[in-house]
């Protein structure tokens, strides 16, 4: 009884999502809820007439069996999912990614590898595909981050999207249920330990011995483990903390501003000059003038924190001021302007040596004070 009442409650809520919206979209972990909304979708039709799209974000960093059960399921249903990747990485080249962005991003700096891998594609994701509700799995049973959730969340007044979350009241036991009452497909790593899965690199089986699993449509070894309130994402995120410290527990995908996008460069006007290629770069470091040359990626938080004081800093720097794109060109920046990550600001001397700003400090009187510092 109470999983069919579940299973109604879930089809309202989609009906109402799907049908009086225009865009509505689902992004799609391929996680054990997510099954159970993709099923719900397929029984309503809503996938093979595109009513409600579906798209899914590839951080070069899943498991291998993550990408292939999508392909499972877009044959198993008949649908076709849009997939997002890194901004400016062509989908499944993970060679390109590491050339733009480094194979240890994650390692470096775990906010903005959330940031390039998982939110911008994910925010861009809803906008590209003219999202105005968007479908996801989160319940209150997965912890207390999620724990007042409800079904629908109105989109903002000043704009953003309208939230629908068909499972919101589900417990991750009644999740198996449905799967096994229909013998949902479901991502193949429930049978190999995994409660939940995500980034190869952080989610382990739990237990880590792997004795409790999910086969054939049930459960073998202990399942509390499992279905114990907030267990089901136990395993993920393992040995990652936030840079307070604190233990961390979400990927900032489902935190507020995911209606946000930022799809525009720095330094678009002003006093800053833009640096078109690295043999311009070259010229400049070898034209016997003095120079000050930021290199940054505008998907980089930090670069963008300091566009503002940087800006105002150009305004009235007694040298030329110029940016220079170097995610894309990282061999190059790595080897001539002293650049391991963003920003990385330099000071050119008329001899052409280049000297890093080795400071995190960057108020405009910060940046005025190098330059005063290099005479």
Known sequence: MRLKHLEEQAMFALKIAVENYGNAVFPNALIAGDSVITHLLHRMGYLKDGQAKVMVVDTFHLFPETMEFLREIEDFYGFKA????????????????????????WKEDIEQYDKVCKVEPFQRGLKTLNTDCMINGRTRWQGFERAWIDQFENAPIGGGLAKCNPIAYWTLEDTFDYIAKYEVPHHPLHAKGYPSIGDAKDTIPIPEDGSTRFVNFKFEGDKTPWLDYASERKGRFVGLANKDG????ECGIHVAGAERTFDRDLWESGAVKNIESNDEALEIIKSGKEAIVAVYAPWCQFCQGMEEEFAKYAESAGVPVYKFRGDEERDFVSANLNTASFPTVNFIKSDGSVVKYDSEARS????????????
């Open 246 to 249: 604190s233990t961390k527990t």
């Open 364 to 375: 405009a009187e910060d940046f005025a004070a190098f330059e005063k510092s290099m005479n």
């Open 82 to 105: 849009e997939i997002f990747c890194a901004e400016g990485v062509p989908v499944g080249d993970k060679a390109a990614y590491d050339k733009k962005y480094g194979a240890d991003l």
